[in-house]
């Protein structure tokens, strides 16, 4: 069965620190990965995507996500958050045929000033 | 912006009632995926619908039903409205879903809450 784990329910980061987001999933064959975030009172945006070729993405606001087949693992990263990063994160892995985005459960982050 | 544009913003119901949420596409794209996400939960997939068919659902039950318009556009009407019906209701578009490397836009969703 598909499935999709976001190990961080809540996380609290003071700004300036670093964030790494955990995402695992389970399926066989092709996938396309996927780091969706949810601002306050905002529309799902793409944060970044892997299709194929470097496993070391990088996407929008100096966030990048390194994908390990090995592991199934898609993690998000950002070497220092700002209080503007504060959201909601879902990693969505897409297998390749399949008609939908399967999301995980997200992982608020909370960023103090 | 995404393109992507759904009606009303917010919605309350009473239980037992129906009703009617709408999405426009972005320009383009031909399919449009429905998605629930109840509260402190990630979206889940609905149904999808490609070239005004169904084409594709997921654990939802029949109450939960579509329409894709000849515009791309499309519907998502529910009908018996439960209390856990109450819940954000995403639409998203993306192109032919045949292709490889389909990305998806969402819109803002239509806040549901059924008393």
């Known amino acids: 069965a598909q499935s999709v784990s976001q190990h961080n329910h809540h996380v609290i980061l003071s700004e300036a620190a670093s964030l790494e987001l955990g995402c695992n999933y389970s399926y066989g064959g092709t996938v396309n990965l996927f780091w969706y975030v949810q601002y306050p009172g905002q529309h799902l945006q793409l944060l970044l995507k892997y299709f194929s070729g470097d496993p070391l993405v990088k996407g929008i606001k100096g966030f990048e996500a390194e994908f390990i087949k090995s592991k199934f693992s898609f993690n998000l990263r950002k070497p220092s958050v700002q209080w503007s990063d504060t959201a909601e994160y879902f990693c969505?892995?897409?297998?390749?045929?399949?008609?939908?985005?399967?999301f995980g459960t997200g992982t608020r982050l909370t960023v103090i000033p | 912006e995404t393109g992507v544009t759904q009606s009303p913003t917010h919605l309350i119901k009473t239980r037992g009632q129906q009703v009617t949420l709408r999405c426009s596409s972005q320009s383009g794209h031909n399919t449009v995926s429905w998605y629930q996400q109840a509260l402190g939960q990630g979206p889940q997939f609905i149904f999808q619908?490609?070239?005004?068919?169904?084409?594709g659902r997921g654990n939802f039950p029949p109450r939960f039903s579509g329409l894709q318009f000849p515009n791309y556009s499309s519907e998502l009407n529910v009908n018996a409205l439960e209390l856990d019906d109450s819940a954000l209701y995403l639409c998203?578009?993306?192109?032919?879903?045949?292709?490889?490397?389909?990305?998806?836009?969402f819109g803002q969703g239509t806040r549901l809450t059924v008393v």
């Open positions: 969505a892995p897409h297998q390749t045929g399949a008609n939908n985005l399967f």
């Open positions: 998203a578009s993306s192109l032919d879903p045949t292709r490889e490397n389909t990305e998806a836009f």
């Open positions: 619908y490609y070239r005004e068919e169904e084409n």
